[in-house]
């Protein structure tokens, strides 16, 4: 059979053949031999068992075929599964893929975000950091500006009273020049009347002494007594001469110091002849005040003060009373504190109440004299050496001369010889004067001053109860007992705005709750009929605690200046308290 398929290829070829031929010329001999040998074939007698052989060939092979085909399958069906299997495999991992992606993404985003962010608050900060360092800067333009403003106040002010000073002191000096010309014509007219009349006499002499003087003298030379009597006499004149010329000498400063008040005493109870002359009414008062009684302990009226302060100061008044009682020296006191809380009043009180005499003299009157400083302390210490009841300087804003020597501070060359001055006549204890200087600015003191003091009392802001009490006190002084009083309409209202008068003023020093006082009493008198309503004196206090606002936030720039004592802190810089609730009230309108 194979052969006949490879014979009918061969066939095939020889058709091939033929067909090559066929273009040709047709061999017929090649079909004709293929019928003869199919025709053989098929009447061979093995041909039928032949064919039934193949078939059964055909059969197994197809059986094989159809085995293997279901094998091919049944791996095609596994491999398909293991495909899926490879698939799911595959997208599982794309899945996971994406999602790490998205994870990554999602991250990088975040990251950008946080980094974005970073960016922004960074450059806010820096915006902040740069308006932080812009308002420094407008705060240091306005404190230098403030600062300035203060310096050329000063500098006027110095400069106006120098003026005042010169003019005054030209004043005084042409006025002495004109009063010694007129003198001195009176004493010129006075002494050509003398020197007539005395030529007269003289000549009138003459003519008797030398009818007489050719016997006299030839008397006294003959007389040898009288000769000596006469050089003794000569000498002991010259002698007494010179005496006479160094006790005028020591006199005149005695008398000098006695005779006026030295120029830089602002205020003495001391009556000297001059002043006796110049101001009679006030002389006339202070002989009346020597011969009054004195109680030390109304040293303190009307000086409103926190107990334990009080107390101190009623002790230095006894003390001081008695030192000059017993004859032992006295001591010396500072009084420190912020400005208006009664530091002169409580001086001047003491002063008169002590039974001593008193000088009061300024530090800042010092400056302005310049290299003639030193002798008007001098001067000024002389004078009160000479005190015999003994006598109380008080020596107010004494930080203005008595500050630190050092150049470094600031310190003229004329102040530091002014301070080593007062050094000089400090140095050792004295029954004569006793030193009480008040100051607002103790740090600033030269070392050496300091140490001339004894006891210093701080004297601070009136508390609550202070205020209340400075309030009736001023209030009965200035409102209800003046020549005129005021009528304050209504009652109820009053009592409870006293109370807020007193949670209003917080901070207020003595002297600005007087001048609270002072403004009722002036809105008062600008009412005709001299009444006061409570509305009115609640728009004064709302003015005053709105200025008191105004002048600590310039007292709060020249502390950021690095100029202000510790333990001043004066007010608004502390903490908020409750009666700032209560002032928010005033400084609202
Ligand atoms: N503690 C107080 N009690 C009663 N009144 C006072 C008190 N403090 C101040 N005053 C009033 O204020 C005025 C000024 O006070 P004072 O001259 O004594 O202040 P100061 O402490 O000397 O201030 P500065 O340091 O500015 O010289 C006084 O005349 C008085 O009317
Ligand atoms: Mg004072």
Redesign the pocket.
């Given at each position: 059979m194979f052969k006949n398929i490879t014979g009918s290829n061969a066939a095939g070829k020889n058709n091939a053949t033929s067909d090559e031929s066929f273009s040709g010329t047709v061999d017929p001999t090649g079909l004709e031999r293929a019928a003869k040998a199919a025709r053989d074939l098929d009447s061979s007698p093995n041909a039928q068992a032949s064919l039934a052989l193949v078939r059964e060939q055909e059969k197994t092979k197809q059986s094989e075929f159809e085995a293997k085909t279901a094998e091919l399958r049944a791996y095609e069906a596994q491999q398909r599964e293991k495909n899926i299997e490879v698939q799911a495999e595959q997208q599982r991992k794309t899945i996971e893929k994406q999602a790490e992606y998205a994870r990554g993404q999602e991250h990088y985003r975040d990251k950008l975000e946080r980094e974005r962010q970073k960016d922004t608050l960074g450059m806010q900060m820096q915006a902040q950091r740069q308006m932080k360092e812009e308002e420094r800067k407008k705060d240091e333009e306005s404190v230098l500006r403030q600062e300035a403003i203060r310096r050329k106040t000063v500098e006027y002010e110095t400069a106006l009273r120098q003026q005042a000073d010169s003019a005054k002191a030209k004043a005084e000096a042409e006025g002495r020049i004109e009063q010694e010309r007129r003198n001195h014509d009176l004493i010129m007219q006075q002494k050509r009347l003398e020197l007539r009349e005395s030529r007269k006499t003289t000549l009138e002499g003459i003519r008797v002494a030398t009818s007489s003087i050719g016997a006299g003298l030839s008397s006294f030379v003959s007389d040898r007594e009288k000769v000596t009597t006469a050089v003794g006499g000569l000498s002991l004149a010259a002698l007494g001469i010179y005496s006479a010329r160094a006790g005028a000498t020591v006199m005149g400063g005695y008398i000098g110091a006695r005779l006026g008040k030295p120029s830089l005493v602002r205020e003495t109870s001391r009556i000297t002849p001059l002043s006796a002359v110049r101001e009679p009414i006030a002389t006339a008062r202070k002989v009346y005040a020597r011969f009054s009684s004195h109680n030390a302990d109304r040293a303190l009226d009307g000086v409103v003060l926190a107990s334990p302060t009080k107390t101190r100061l009623q002790r230095i008044a006894r003390a001081t009373k008695n030192s000059r009682k017993h004859q032992a020296p006295f001591r010396n006191v500072l009084l420190s504190g912020p400005?208006g809380t009664g530091?002169?009043l409580f001086a001047k009180g003491l002063a008169k109440e002590s039974g001593l005499e008193y000088a009061i003299f300024t530090g800042g009157d010092l400056a302005p004299l310049g290299s003639s400083a030193v002798t008007e302390l001098h001067k000024m210490f002389d004078w009160a050496q000479t005190s015999r009841k003994g006598l109380l300087l008080f020596i107010?804003?004494a930080d203005a001369f008595l500050r630190t020597r050092s150049s470094a501070a600031g310190a003229t060359e004329d102040m530091r010889n002014a301070l080593n001055a007062f050094l000089y006549r400090t140095g050792q204890p004295t029954t004569r004067f006793m030193l009480m200087m008040?100051t607002n600015r103790p740090h600033e003191f030269d070392e050496a001053a300091a140490d001339r003091v004894d006891d210093v009392i701080p004297f601070s802001l009136p508390g609550p109860e202070q205020r209340r009490e400075m309030l009736n006190l001023f209030v009965n002084r200035l409102i209800r007992r003046p020549a005129t009083p005021i009528k304050l309409l209504g009652d109820e209202p009053w009592d409870q705005f006293w109370d807020e008068a007193v949670g209003g003023t917080e901070h207020f020093s003595g002297r600005e709750m007087e001048k609270l006082v002072i403004g009722w009493q002036a809105a008062g008198y600008g009412n005709p009929t001299a009444e006061l309503a409570v509305d009115e004196a609640r728009q004064v206090l709302r003015d005053h605690v709105h200025q008191k606002d105004m002048k600590e936030s310039w007292a709060l720039s020249q502390r950021q200046e690095g100029n202000r004592p510790p333990g001043y802190q004066g007010s608004r810089s502390v903490e908020r308290t409750g009666a700032d609730a209560n002032r928010e009230l005033y400084t609202a309108a």
């Open positions: 400005p530091k002169t107010d804003e008040a």
